[in-house]
């Protein structure tokens, strides 16, 4: 059995010794390929080296250090030099075959991957220093800057036509003294999560909202089939409203977890164990008829604890039984029950962003969102239960074709 082992170890060192001996020998190659090319390029504008025929307007003149990318990093490489006798004066000219080979999109994949994981400019030197050497910390913030411009334009800009939209979910976070980002996402029958834009205001309010929700239709953003939207809300009255006049259908699910957590705030913390149990039954329920049951039980143990608790569930009306009230699995409760799904998006993106110290204008936000939400985007998984999505939009088309329609998207 050792030996067994120990043969093992021995062919798992030879293969990486044969990998690195091969992957050794097509550098080498390459390099010899490039100074080919260089030395052909040279002989082109110069002529042949020590050739008689020096009447020409560019001569050779040495070599120089320099550097060219090979499998995605910095080589040193002794660059020959051309110079021009023009009546100028004499100049250095440009070998484009060098300029090829130091294409600097190697670089600036190499710089915003480093940035946008979360390496600060000031510990780029370290971050494979052979790769980033020469790269001056404002060199790379204005990279960084205008790389974030392109994904800001391009977050605000897509088109939504295609997007085969079921379920939208609303919600601000907190960036900042004065700044409130909205987040809007999409879930696709598909069970794929999609972030649809975002828009930064002082506050959570209904106009940041409404220019929110005309900047997604205006991209093509609508519900294919004339169905209704599903809507999963944390209870904001203002993105309520705004929602609601660009898709007046839509059946909004109020977040549970956001109302446990309201309820809470009024009780003693003796109560609390019993509210969760029964909200977790809440959540577990099937069906209208045992969502409804479960909240009876909610609203008779708050009746004799706190008349603000209790004001504060029957304030969220019919929203909390929305999704029962479609008699779907209880399979696709987790995810449509709750705000959680951009809950954890947030969570992605204050990692992102705390780094910040002071948030200067919304440029300044607008960048660092466009790539926080593009990393945590890159991230999503199906959500849970979504082969059961089909129900969903099944019922959602029922619905509408029941006669509560959905009118078409103001803008």
Known sequence: MKETKENHCIIADATALTHESFREYLQSKAREALAQVVAEEVNRLCGPAYGRDTAGELYRAGSAPSYV????????????????????????????????????????ETMMRAVLSGVSTRDMPLLRGEELAGESRSCISRLWKRKCTELVLQMQQSDLSKMDLLVMVLDAVVLGKGQVATV???????????????????????????????????????VPGNR??????????????????????????????HKERNIKSYLPRKHWKELCQLFKHLRGSQGMEAGEEALSRIKHFLSDKNANARNSLEEAGDSLLALFSLDLPNTLNKTLLSTNCIENLFKNLRRHIGRVCSWRNTDQADRWLSSGLSIAEAGFNRIQGYKDLWLLEQALQERTASGEEEDPPSV
């Open 69 to 108: 990318m090979l499998d995605g990093r910095r080589e040193s490489f002794h660059r020959p030099r051309v110079r021009s006798k023009g009546a100028g004066g004499e100049q250095e000219v440009k070998l484009k075959s060098i300029g090829l080979a130091q294409d600097p999109a190697q670089w600036e």
């Open 184 to 222: 809007a996402l999409g879930i696709t029958s598909d069970g794929c999560k999609h972030v649809l834009g975002f828009r930064v205001g002082g506050s959570e309010n209904k106009e940041v909202c409404r220019d929110l929700l005309v900047n997604l239709t205006g991209r093509g953003l609508h």
């Open 228 to 257: 209704r939207l599903l809507a999963v809300l944390d209870g904001s009255k203002a993105l309520e409203g705004a929602l609601m006049e660009h898709f007046p259908g839509a059946l909004v699910q109020r977040c549970l977890v």
